[in-house]
């Protein structure tokens, strides 16, 4: 995989996570949120390309429509916390890796993984960095079984 490809993916997800943050945060429609994020928020020059755009928002409009499958399993795998009590940012980087594992067969696991621990470094904290990659890696295992 090239260094701009991966850079393209990369940047695909931090939009999909902000998109998830305007829709969880604003109370909005994921695809309201998807089109407010690329026309009003959208922090480079030039519009974003096609395939990242939909990358991103086919990622946040999956991750919404799978919750009911997605908080049941970071509910059962952080023990007696529910994703509601987790730090907003946290609980989003989550419930997008944890669509992707589900739904990209084709996407390395430990990509997903070290994509989401790359999210948190940037958006959240180190402590975030490693509750993240516990549960994350409780969840693949689980998903492998």
Same mark, same amino acid.
């Given at each position: 995989?090239?260094?701009?490809?991966?850079?393209?993916?990369?940047?695909?997800?931090e939009?999909?996570?902000?998109?998830?943050?305007q829709?969880?945060i604003?109370r909005t429609?994921?695809?309201?949120?998807?089109?407010?994020?690329?026309?009003?928020?959208?922090?480079?020059?030039?519009?974003?390309?096609?395939?990242?755009?939909?990358?991103a928002?086919?990622?946040?409009?999956?991750?919404?429509?799978?919750?009911?499958?997605?908080?049941? %399993? =970071?509910? +059962?795998?952080? $023990?007696?916390? &529910?994703?509601e009590?987790?730090?907003?940012?946290?609980?989003?980087i989550?419930? *997008?890796?944890?669509?992707?594992?589900?739904?990209?067969?084709?996407?390395p696991?430990?990509? %997903? =993984?070290? +994509?989401?621990? $790359?999210l948190? &470094?940037?958006?959240s904290?180190?402590?975030?960095?490693?509750?993240?990659?516990? *549960?994350?890696?409780?969840?693949r295992?689980k998903?492998?079984?």
């Amino acid at each position: 995989m090239t260094r701009a490809r991966k850079d393209r993916r990369h940047r695909a997800r931090e939009a999909a996570l902000q998109i998830l943050y305007q829709w969880e945060i604003g109370r909005t429609d994921v695809d309201r949120a998807t089109e407010m994020f690329f026309a009003q928020q959208w922090p480079e020059v030039d519009p974003p390309a096609d395939a990242l755009r939909g990358f991103a928002s086919d990622l946040a409009r999956d991750t919404v429509s799978r919750l009911d499958t997605i908080d049941p %399993v =970071i509910a +059962e795998t952080a $023990e007696r916390w &529910r994703p509601e009590r987790m730090a907003v940012l946290d609980r989003l980087i989550l419930r *997008m890796a944890v669509c992707e594992l589900v739904r990209d067969a084709d996407t390395p696991r430990a990509v %997903v =993984i070290n +994509e989401a621990l $790359e999210l948190a &470094r940037t958006f959240s904290t180190e402590e975030s960095v490693k509750f993240i990659n516990g *549960m994350l890696d409780a969840i693949r295992k689980k998903i492998e079984r």
